[in-house]
């Protein structure tokens, strides 16, 4: 007999109330490639058993409304173990329906087996972990089925599904990072649990994990999912112990940080047709004696996105595609071999960003979002309580222009402009920067905990990779704190793309406060500053980009020396590129002692050695904090080595002599605000 569609209601449930349950055989050991686990094969069944499908799906591929949805599910939640045949949910016993949480709350802790269909938006007043008992099938009923402000917590329990609808919205407005002690907050925590599927869901925006896969579960497979909006996504372990074998495969992540998937002394983890789109911190991530086999996945704009991390770890990094990435890409034993333990066809990767984000998610609930006016705000007045994630809710690829406005508070987070979500303004909700801060502390030279430095472009609290991106009246920080912590570069805002807007903008910092970069030392990116305020003390405009800063306020931090207490600029622009820094029309300031601030030095960085640094500085009142001999050498290079040079400054640091170059009237005419934007006039300008 064939299933009907999805919410054929009679026939569902006529069949579901009919089928029989699937008889329990043992499991046979797993396989893998050099430890001493022996092979699991394809699961058998009594001669006289029916495996029925285990849930209903929606209507399939064959009328051209998106990929084939399995009726039972495939990898190692299908496989036989610990007394189950496979994964077949709640099908052997009763059909209900859940149109409130507190209905659901009932059902899913029910001792009987049940297919639960979700129908509707079912919210909590506060949130709540929904225990599961075993054999539960959890089946969203159409368009705008969801769970919000609720997850589920599955403890010694087996044989659970979870089907075609979102888990949203248990995020503590503030705490970016889940770290406070009430937050506990998981879209799915699964403790010592086994044949769970997951399988065509949505998880965005939850206060902890998007799923915790914890303390030995086990036959588990993660299909077609849609995971997003999320610092720490998904996380496997908590055990000592190398038990778990797991399917992830077909799933869209994006928009998290960490955790996508961190494998934890995973048995076998098969991880394969994955999409991973704008990813922060790390991609997947092996740990401790995990075997993880990684293959026809796509990461795009991912940092490091394969990463093993200890010596026992075991990670098979093969046939995957790597988009605008950097960091590492891991390739460390041979772990398993999947196919001994069960068959499957894969995606070419190239095609998987297309088939999963057409694919993935919930059916009927994956609507973009049209909106073109987004709030954020820490007090629940908004449409979101963190910044990311309103960004992450704008359509990857959309170039319709939208606003984001922030209100009042300090947003402790790690923001992040996608390149794919051009022509976007953020702005506080009021005229003073200093009501909306954006703040975060990571130092460059501050270690990751799977090895390495975070870098300076790592380090930014704010980067900016989208072109035609404005930033207005709010202040970005990077909070590190160099007198408890020792000197390093610590970013507040990392700027990479073309035809950028700072206006009123606050930037705090100390070393290396502003990185005006590009996507490479061939690319040109312009930003215009127009009435903002940065302040550090090393360096803390720089890079290779070019930047006009217009009426600014930038003031370098006293460090408490007679004799050196930094430098302002240090541009690195490349060498066919005749527009690099201009301040203009601007006020630099310090409490520093007289005659002890460099106005800057020319940086050739490593990876581009054939530089010429260029900065000019006019019009503009320069403090008494200047030095008499105006610029410095760096690193072997003399500064006359860069192209310096300055034109009608006026205030005690505006010196005329040898060590300040001035241009000509006639030069001077040929490096305005205009000649360094060229064909470019951002909005407000003049």
Not at 451 to 470: E, F
Request: with cysteine.
């Amino acid at each position: 007999m064939s299933l009907r569609r999805f919410l054929g209601a009679a026939t569902a449930v006529v069949l579901l109330s009919s089928l029989a349950s699937a008889p329990a055989t043992a499991a046979p050991p797993l396989q893998g490639s050099g430890a001493a686990t022996p092979s699991v094969p394809a699961p058998t069944v009594q001669a006289n058993a029916v495996l029925a499908p285990a849930v209903l799906a929606p209507a399939s591929l064959s009328e051209g409304n998106g990929p084939l949805w399995k009726q039972t599910p495939d990898g190692f939640a299908s496989l036989p173990g610990n007394g189950l045949a496979g994964t077949t949910g709640g099908q052997a016993g009763r059909i209900v329906t859940a149109s409130t949480i507190a209905q659901l709350q009932e059902y899913a802790s029910a001792a009987e087996p049940l297919v639960i269909f979700i129908s509707g938006s079912l919210t909590a007043d506060q949130y709540l972990k929904m225990p599961v008992a075993a054999n539960k099938s959890f089946i969203g009923m159409g368009a705008g089925a969801e769970v919000v402000n609720a997850g589920f917590k599955l403890v010694n329990v087996s044989n659970v599904i979870f089907r075609n609808f979102t888990v949203r919205d248990s995020y503590i407005p503030g705490d970016w990072d889940g770290k406070r002690p009430d937050n506990d907050r998981d879209g799915i925590q699964l403790d010592t649990s086994h044949h769970v599927w997951v399988d065509h869901m949505k998880f965005e925006r939850m206060g902890d994990g998007l799923i915790d896969t914890r303390k030995d579960s086990d036959y588990l497979t993660y299909s077609w999912n849609v995971f997003a909006d999320n610092n720490k996504a998904l996380g496997v372990g908590w055990t000592a112990n190398a038990v778990t074998k797991m399917t992830i495969h077909h799933n869209w992540i994006r928009n998290t940080t960490q955790r996508n998937f961190s494998l934890d002394n995973t048995a076998a983890a098969h991880v394969y047709n994955n999409y991973l789109q704008d990813v922060g911190q790390y991609g997947m991530m092996g740990r401790n004696n995990a075997k993880v086999v990684l293959e026809g996945n796509y990461f795009t704009a991912v940092q490091d996105p394969i990463v093993a991390k200890d010596p026992a770890t075991q990670v098979v990094n093969r046939d995957n595609i790597f988009d605008s990435i950097r960091g590492r890409k891991d390739n460390v034993g041979a772990a398993f071999d999947p196919a001994a333990n069960y068959s499957y066809t894969m995606d070419e990767a190239a095609a998987v960003p297309g088939i999963v984000s057409a694919g993935a998610g919930p059916r009927e609930n994956n609507a973009p979002n049209k909106a073109t006016n987004i709030t954020v705000a820490l007090d629940g007045t908004g449409d979101f309580g963190s910044l990311q994630a309103a960004i992450g809710s704008i359509p990857a690829g959309s170039t319709q222009p939208r606003t984001i406005t922030v209100k009042p508070g300090t947003y402790r987070e790690v923001v992040n402009v996608w390149a794919d979500r051009p022509n976007l303004t953020i702005q506080g909700a009021t005229a003073n920067p200093a009501d909306v801060v954006i703040t975060y502390d990571l130092p460059a030279n501050g270690a990751k905990f799977f090895g390495g430095t975070w870098g300076a472009v790592g380090s930014a609290t704010l980067t900016v990779a989208a072109s035609g991106t404005t930033v207005r009246n709010l202040t970005v920080e990077n909070a590190y704190d160099e007198a408890a912590n020792g000197g390093s570069q610590a970013l507040a805002v990392r700027s990479v793309a073309d035809k950028v807007v700072f206006d009123g903008t606050r930037f705090l910092g100390n070393q290396d406060t502003y990185l005006a970069d590009t996507t490479g030392r061939d690319a040109t990116a312009r930003t215009y500053l127009k009435n903002c305020y940065i302040e550090g003390d090393v360096d803390f405009l720089y890079g290779r980009g070019t930047a006009v800063f217009d009426g600014c306020t930038i003031h370098s931090l006293d460090r408490g020396s007679d004799t050196n207490n930094g430098y302002i600029v240090a541009p690195s622009t490349k060498n066919s590129n005749p527009y690099g820094f201009l301040i203009v029309n601007s006020t630099l300031t310090s409490e520093a002692a007289p005659g002890t601030v460099s106005l800057g030095r020319p940086w050739f960085a490593s990876s581009d050695p054939d530089a010429h640094p260029m900065a000019v500085i006019r019009d503009s009142v320069l403090g008494s904090h200047i030095a008499v001999q105006g610029w410095a050498d760096m690193s072997g290079h003399a500064w006359t080595e860069g192209r310096f040079a300055e034109y009608k400054n006026t205030g005690p640091g505006a010196y005329v002599n040898q060590f300040h170059p001035q241009l000509s009237d006639v030069d001077a005419a040929r490096f305005t605000a205009e000649a360094f934007l060229g064909d470019w006039t951002p909005a407000g300008r003049g």
